[in-house]
């Protein structure tokens, strides 16, 4: 496996702000790695289910292999993707963000993931880390946030706790701005709710300005941001180092929480719930979520694309839930922003 920590590049770099010239191979390299280290250890920790591999091509250029499970043990669905692609244009979506790659042929390589467990007091989990090409410009982007359905504070403390452990290992601000980012992008604004309990969010990561590369300019993490002011310019190889870290704690932060919750008794009722507040995750991914629009408007493989999907779920008009009931608590204090790596948490 690519080490993260160590990799060099194959000869001196002249610019601060270029990459190795075997940028794209080392990326690529760690990407599979990455999916194929986690889909060993879901297996494992399913007991039963094994991920079968989909690989695909892309007519305009590149490809990439689908690993999905499906009625495991203990996820009901669960996809592991890899992919690389490039071409001549990128779409409208990444140059309204980043206008100075229009011209320039793309190369875009990443590992998503999302799971679907079958029992409602196991939280889906999701998780995205890229990297894109465009010339000589750069960036690394992603993240991972988990979405419980059942409320447990031990369990947010520990998946915050971890991220924020990895982010500290690179850069004491990461965590500082980069978990409000994601309370911000992992937003239904139709709904004005939080799809879960969040986790780290970033993206147009080149080691040059600012940290927060938002649109929201007076948002948590903007001003977070805008406090630390810009921090020193930081070389290609370190930034990739943070995303192998990040990546490489996905096993630590959400394993030990599928083992606490997964032989836990659920009924009717808790299933119903699952079922109805994975519309939300429906409806972010269908109508915020900027890796289904990369996708669908590259021509990606629309059944990759959407595996992120659920296999089955449910909405209800004009749900509310019963006060001082656990359903009650995810509204009023877990899908509200949190201090959870500090254990500080308010209430409604």
Known sequence: MVSTQQVKSSQAKTSQSLPPKNSKAIVSRFMQNLQSQICSNLEVIDGTGKFKEDSWERPEGGGG??????????????????????????PASILSRRPEAAGHKFYATG????LHPK?????TVHLNYRYFEAGPIWWFGGGIDLTP???F?????????????ACDAHHPDYYRVFKPWCDEYFYLKHRQENRGIGGIFFDYQDGEGQLYRGSNSDSPAAIVSNTIGIP???PWEEIFSFVGTCGESFITAYLPIVER????????HQRNFQLYRRGRYVEFNLVYDRGTLFGLQTNGRTESILMSLPPLVRWEYGYQPKANTPEAQLYDTFLKPQDWANGVVSGK
């Open 119 to 123: 029992n409602p007091y196991v939280p």
């Open 261 to 268: 919750r997964r032989l836990m008794e659920y009924g009717e």
């Open 232 to 234: 020193k310019p930081c």
């Open 149 to 151: 359905y059942y409320p």
């Open 153 to 165: 504070a031990e369990d947010a403390v520990h998946f915050h706790s971890t991220l924020k452990q």
């Open 65 to 90: 292999r689908s690993r999905i499970l499906q009625n495991g043990n203990v996820f009901e669905q669960g996809g592991v993707n890899f992919s690389e692609v490039w071409g001549s244009h990128l």
């Open 111 to 114: 590992v998503s993931l999302v």
